[in-house]
């Protein structure tokens, strides 16, 4: 009876997965041994490029390669990041937070309900199995912003329908099924760990009993005063049912680490001991976001209307700072030497894209063989990002990566 069961067991997650969107592993990019994603946030191409604040960021994109037409797929940030890993918004277009282990609510894969800012929805369930995600229009006039001229999401003209086979994990999975490693670096990420984390300023959490501070101050210290430097919603993976429930220890809560701790990202690349797959989240002071409860130095852009008038140059400055820190680690790293290895840079999104300012977003691509100094203009997306990593470590294409008007960024990663 127990044999009858197994092997029923087996023929259903098979016939799911036939059904799925996992499709041939994507052609076009070199094997790959290491791949770091460095994700930074949001501003628009031309708030970046030839701005004087980011000098580095500007004598990298010269000197690497250089995606000159990438586009970020939709809004707000926590949308492009599970794009960006797993190739669907999965039902989510909020910031919100996870719905921490719950069980019992039917995600939005199920329903086939999204998870909105309007109408306010409420945390988000745990993502898993198979469902239909949201649609992405060209331009939003519900979601993000109400009526016209409206929001644009990639670049005015491209949609993304909803798809109601969209397999709900992400390139964490496969890389484990691939007997391959990955690991997300959150900066800021507190001494425990991910689990039931909102934000944290690295010390102080969202979960923080201020009552238990003595003596109190007037008026009494709470979670409002925290810095919200780690966010969760910059951490995808955070939001997988099997993340939260870590039933299998190699794709669980222990492959999310911080930058300082003993296995984080500064430990990591000085012994050379990093995965496959790194995902890298620099703080909200660090990544260009900004916050409004921080010093004047990271502060949110006063006036952000799509150009470098209105940005804080203190921020731009301390993300530039931020991207030659973490760039000149890894290559000052033991592993940068061994086989071949490549280095992603790109923002979210734009943070202001009302009609007729495009979702375009910096994008820069270093590896270190073949050639440099390349300007790529082939139309790329969040999604061709993820089918090229995948395509590179040898892994299936995954949802919306799938898709056949998803290029994969050849130009970027050749090694010819």
Not at 18 to 36: E, N, R, T
Not at 64 to 82: E, K
Not at 123 to 139: E, K, L, N, Q
Request: hydrophobic share 35%.
């Amino acid at each position: 009876m127990k044999k009858q069961i197994l092997l029923l067991s087996l023929s259903v997650i098979l016939a799911s997965s036939m059904f799925a969107q996992q499709g041939s592993i994507p052609k076009g990019v070199p094997h790959l041994d290491h791949v770091f994603v460095i994700m930074m946030e949001n501003h628009g191409y031309n708030q970046i490029l030839n701005n004087p604040n980011a000098p580095f960021t500007n004598q990298y994109a010269k000197s690497a390669n250089l995606a000159t037409n990438y586009f970020a797929v939709a809004h707000p940030s926590l949308t492009n990041y599970l794009e960006a890993v797993g190739g669907s918004n999965f039902g989510v277009q909020s910031d919100n937070a996870p719905d921490w282990h719950n069980l019992t609510c039917m995600n939005n894969l199920t329903t086939g309900i999204p998870n909105t800012d309007n109408p306010t929805s409420s945390h988000v369930c745990p993502i898993s199995g198979v469902g239909t995600d949201a649609a992405t229009p060209a331009i939003d006039y519900t979601n993000e912003t109400q009526g016209a001229p409206g929001e644009i999401n990639v670049n005015g003209v491209v949609s993304y329908p909803a798809v109601s086979n969209t397999l709900g994990i992400t390139i964490a999975d496969q890389l484990v099924a691939a007997g391959k490693t990955w690991k997300s670096y959150q900066e800021n990420l507190p001494a425990s760990g991910a689990d039931m984390i909102n934000y944290s300023d690295g010390i102080f959490t969202n979960n923080t009993d201020f009552t238990k501070l003595n003596p109190q101050f007037n008026p009494p210290l709470t979670t409002g005063d925290v810095v919200q430097l780690y966010a969760a919603k910059h951490n995808p993976f955070v939001y997988f049912e099997n993340v939260q429930q870590g039933t299998n220890p190699l794709n669980s809560f222990a492959n999310i680490v911080g930058f300082d701790q003993d296995n984080g990202l500064w430990a990591d690349l000085r012994a050379g001991k990093v995965p496959n797959y790194s995902f890298i989240a620099p703080n909200q002071c660090n990544d260009q976001h900004g916050r409004g409860n921080s010093t004047r130095f990271c502060l949110y852009d006063p006036n952000d209307d799509g150009t470098q008038a209105g940005l804080n140059p203190a921020l731009i400055l301390a993300g530039d700072q931020t991207i030659e820190k973490l760039v000149t680690a890894i290559h000052g790293s033991p592993v940068w030497k061994r086989g071949h290895n490549a280095i992603v840079v790109v923002w979210d999104e734009n943070d202001y894209s009302l009609a007729p300012i495009t979702n375009q977003v910096l994008t820069i691509v270093d590896t270190n063989y073949g050639f440099h100094n390349l300007a790529g203009g082939q139309f790329y997306t969040h999604f061709s990002l993820l089918k090229s990593i995948e395509g590179g470590l040898g892994l299936p294409c995954l949802n919306h990566a799938c898709d056949a008007t998803t290029n994969v960024m050849s130009d970027l990663f050749d090694e010819q």
